[in-house]
T-cell receptor, first 108, second 111 residues
Framework: GQSLEQPSEVTAVEGAIVQINCTYQ??????LSWYQQHDGGAPTFLSY????GLEETGRFSSFLSRSDSYGYLLLQELQMKDSASYFC?????????FGTGTRLQVFP | DSGVTQTPKHLITATGQRVTLRCSPR?????VYWYQQSLDQGLQFLIQ???????AKGNILERFSAQQFPDLHSELNLSSLELGDSALYFC??????????FGPGTRLTVT
């Protein structure tokens, strides 16, 4: 079967650190992508992990453990503009599987 | 700006009607993907084309169809529309599947 789990909502304050976890089960797994979507906007690519370990891109980092079918997105030094939905998306062959995402609300 | 364009931005139509959504991928991208996003729902993958050929199919209804033309633009056709088809429809393009670039979407309202 195929499944994807991430928390529906996370809240934090400006300047804090937040971790959004993702567990997945999918056949033909190639890697794990993360996308950000602001209300009314289009999803935008944040990161992709093909191999186990941590990938860092500025304030955002993404981690993958293939053996645990688990990944997370770490957002540091949170800013108000980081309030958005975040989707983990396993890459199955060359098709991304999206779930319902995690809504992050950043408060001042 | 992702480089992916979609038209129209908004579409309002009645139940039973048929509409066509258009997508132009980023220059050089051979893959085009279509997604549906309903209120409070995630992105549902509908279909993928690669260089004119259907590559993968997701939860696409039989009333929906798509194609990719020789110039690589793609169209998504939705027919016998129902109220439940009201949603945001996104097109994305990609040189390979891991990093997809999404267009601004077409908001379809079926009344």
């Amino acid at each position: 079967g195929q499944s994807l789990e991430q928390p529906s909502e996370v809240t934090a304050v400006e300047g804090a650190i937040v971790q959004i976890n993702c567990t997945y089960q999918t056949s033909g797994f190639y890697g794990l992508s993360w996308y950000q979507q602001h209300d009314g906007g289009a999803p935008t690519f944040l990161s992709y992990n093909a191999l186990d370990g941590l990938e860092e891109t500025g304030r955002f980092s993404s981690f993958l453990s293939r053996s645990d079918s688990y990944g997370y997105l770490l957002l540091q030094e949170l800013q108000m503009k980081d309030s958005a939905s975040y989707f983990c998306a396993p890459l199955q062959h060359d098709k991304l599987i999206f779930g319902t995402g995690t809504r992050l609300q950043v408060f001042p | 700006d992702s480089g992916v364009t979609q038209t129209p931005k908004h579409l309002i139509t009645a139940t039973g009607q048929r509409v066509t959504l258009r997508c132009s991928p980023r220059s050089g991208d051979l893959s085009v993907y279509w997604y549906q996003q309903s209120l409070d729902q995630g992105l549902q993958f509908l279909i993928q084309y690669y260089n004119g050929e259907e590559r993968a199919k997701g939860n696409i209804l039989e009333r929906f169809s798509a194609q990719q033309f020789p110039d690589l633009h793609s169209e998504l056709n939705l027919s016998s529309l129902e109220l439940g088809d009201s949603a945001l429809y996104f097109c994305a393009s990609s040189p390979q599947g891991d990093e997809q670039y999404f267009g601004p979407g077409t908001r379809l309202t079926v009344t």
